[in-house]
Nanobody, 123 residues
Framework: QVQLVESGGGSVQAGGSLRLSCAAPGYIYSTMCMGWFRQAPGKEREGVAGINTAGVSTYYPDSVKGRFTISRDNAKNTVYLQMNSLKPEDTGMYIC????????????????RGQGTQVTVSS
């Protein structure tokens, strides 16, 4: 069982910021595309950020572009999601995921997933 461990969720008011962290095993972190999804009640799971192994290419849907930033820390095998200008519609369980490097940014290809961390944005 692959362990992707998320942290950093919480409650924040609209307009605020949060930074999520995802610690991954070394063999996953160094060879796979990493990303974040979110799952809100009654809604489909949505990919919100992806980053390739080199950390050069990043992927975002229009709903978060310009507000969310994904990054890697190679010394810590950790992926971060910086979320700024948060909106109530950003509320959900944020789930770290890993997928094949080829096709990085194609949300349907992600397979390994963590348990998630809850983000709640109040108006």
């Amino acid at each position: 069982q692959v362990q992707l461990v998320e942290s950093g969720g919480g409650s924040v008011q609209a307009g605020g910021s949060l930074r999520l962290s995802c610690a991954a095993p070394g063999y996953i972190y160094s060879t796979m595309c990493m990303g974040w999804f979110r799952q809100a009640p009654g809604k489909e799971r949505e990919g919100v950020a992806g980053i390739n192994t080199a950390g050069v290419s990043t992927y975002y849907p229009d709903s978060v572009k310009g507000r969310f930033t994904i990054s890697r820390d190679n010394a810590k095998n950790t992926v971060y999601l910086q979320m700024n200008s948060l909106k109530p519609e950003d509320t959900g369980m944020y789930i770290c995921a890993a997928g094949p490097q080829i096709g990085c940014g194609t949300w349907s290809l992600f397979d390994y997933r963590g348990q998630g961390t809850q983000v709640t944005v109040s108006s």
